[in-house]
Nanobody
């Protein structure tokens, strides 16, 4: 069983900062790409940022220059540093990871999601 647990969401004023964390636990053999997605009310879930195991990153245009994704492979964790937050960044933020696990049939790689953490940017 694999779990992704996010933390760090909350209420912040426009222009403020937040740091989201996500830690994976369970019967993990290896973690490949990790990322953050978000879903605002009435909208589809969208990609925010991703990071490969080697550290290559990719960002949505809407957050470039404001958000920074990083990871700690030793802790099976991924982080999202969010600066210069805007009201339009308000959403539930979800952690995602491609994780290889060991099963009785061998290794298998599946995508896993966290439960989500609310980020609200408002004055």
């Amino acid at each position: 069983q694999v779990q992704l647990v996010e933390s760090g969401g909350g209420l912040v004023q426009p222009g403020g900062s937040l740091r989201l964390s996500c830690a994976a636990s369970g019967s993990i053999f290896s973690i490949y790409a990790m990322g953050w997605f978000r879903q605002a009310p009435g909208k589809q879930r969208e990609l925010v940022a991703t990071i490969t195991k080697s550290g290559s990153t990719m960002y949505a245009d809407s957050v470039k220059g404001r958000f920074t994704i990083s990871r700690d492979n030793a802790k099976n964790a991924v982080y999202l540093e969010m600066n210069s937050l805007k009201p339009e960044d308000t959403a539930v933020y979800y952690c995602n990871a491609d994780i290889q696990v060991l099963t009785i049939l061998g290794r298998a790689t599946n995508g896993y999601w966290g439960q989500g953490t609310q980020v609200t940017v408002s004055s």
